[in-house]
């Protein structure tokens, strides 16, 4: 579930639209491979027994049950987050059934942070950390690809409009208040 057009505000551009890093598929594409080859073996042993239809009949729905479980819903999630970067905002979509959402103004953030396993570093991905002014934890981003260069492509777009000075001018593309506040 990413941001469409028709979710944009007028004037605001998708700059990066991200899936999770594919390691997060690892796991459950290891486990489809063990469970076709727990299929085999299963199929091979009991070939020539009376009784081996049954035995293979029980493994083949355990093999199901298991590859429904923990191989398509994990493909699934993955398929269905999102990590979508705007001229304007931080947002995260996700969910099967139930979809969640979470944007961040960029005008609010006040901190981004990376944090990057050792197995992140060798694959290139890790965690992307948006702090706001909110009481709100941050937004966590996990498994993003090529979280370093997201990173700066983050802090260009947060400072592209900022001129350095502390003026008392709004902070930069932050919405105008009404006069009197």
């Known amino acids: 579930m990413a941001l469409k057009d028709k979710h944009l505000a007028e004037g605001e551009q998708i700059v990066l639209n991200m899936r999770t890093h594919w390691k997060a598929l690892v796991a459950p594409i290891a486990l489809a491979l063990f469970l076709i080859g727990v299929v085999w073996l299963a199929w091979w042993l009991a070939r020539d027994s009376d009784w081996s239809m049954w035995v293979l009949g029980i493994v083949g729905v355990l093999a199901l049950l298991a590859a429904g479980a923990f191989v398509l819903i994990p493909v699934w999630r993955w398929n269905s987050s ?32 990376i944090e990057k396993g050792p197995l992140d570093r060798v694959l290139g991905c890790g965690t992307l950390i948006v702090s706001d002014a909110t009481d709100k934890a941050g937004l966590e981003l996990h498994d993003v ?32 208040r009404p006069r009197g506040h």
Not at 82 to 103: A, E, P, W
């Open 82 to 113: 999102r990590f979508v970067i705007t001229n304007r905002r931080v947002s995260h979509r996700s969910g099967i059934l139930t979809k969640r959402g979470r944007d961040i103004p960029l005008y609010r953030v006040n901190d981004v942070a």
């Open 145 to 176: 690809p090529d979280v370093e260069q997201v990173q700066v492509t983050l802090q260009n777009l947060l400072y592209q409009h900022d001129d350095g000075s502390d003026d008392g001018e709004f902070p930069p593309t932050e919405p105008r």
